[in-house]
């Protein structure tokens, strides 16, 4: 955790694993827009976790869930974006938050949630019950919905709009505060 005077640091998690996701691109916008005072480090290491096996979960746990425990820990809030697979979220989501179930670190975690686009209600409803399930401390008003229309952006064309600008803002004033 950040003590007084420090930077707030803010860990990003993309749901998606593709290279050029819009959720991947909402949250390097989110990493330009940050205030001073507040760091926004995307997690790449989604795709290295092994899938979840409480035989696994031993001391020392494997080292991509080192990492990820790692990251987690040392981060002040999680960033959340991922998109909406057969109304849910993303396997490789739900894994590396099976990871987290009895971690310590990841207990009242400050989280938002940004939605990329209308829609996906499923995936957003499903990843709150995870995350209050596991203890995290959703903080509602900082979590968002972007009005983009298609998967097309990149972070240039994400932050030439005015109304995504606004709303990335805001999530992290919430967080900022909170």
Sequence with gaps: MSSPGSSLRILAISGSLRARSVNRAVLQAARALAPAGMSVELFPGLAALPPFNPDLDLDPAPAPVAAWRSAVAAADAL?????????????????????????????????????????????????????????????????????????????????????????LEHCLAVLAKA
Aim: glycine letters at 6%.
């Design 79 to 167: 960033l959340f974006c991922t998109p909406e697979y057969a109304h849910g979220v993303p396997g490789t989501l739900k894994n590396a938050l099976d990871w987290l179930v009895s971690y310590e670190g990841f207990i009242a975690k400050r989280v938002a949630i940004i939605n990329a686009r209308p829609g996906g209600e499923h995936a957003q409803a499903s990843l709150r019950e995870t995350l209050r399930v596991m203890n995290a401390r959703v903080l509602e008003p900082a979590c968002v919905t972007l009005p983009l229309t298609s998967n097309g952006h990149d972070v240039a064309s994400l932050l030439a709009q005015p109304a995504i600008r606004e709303r």
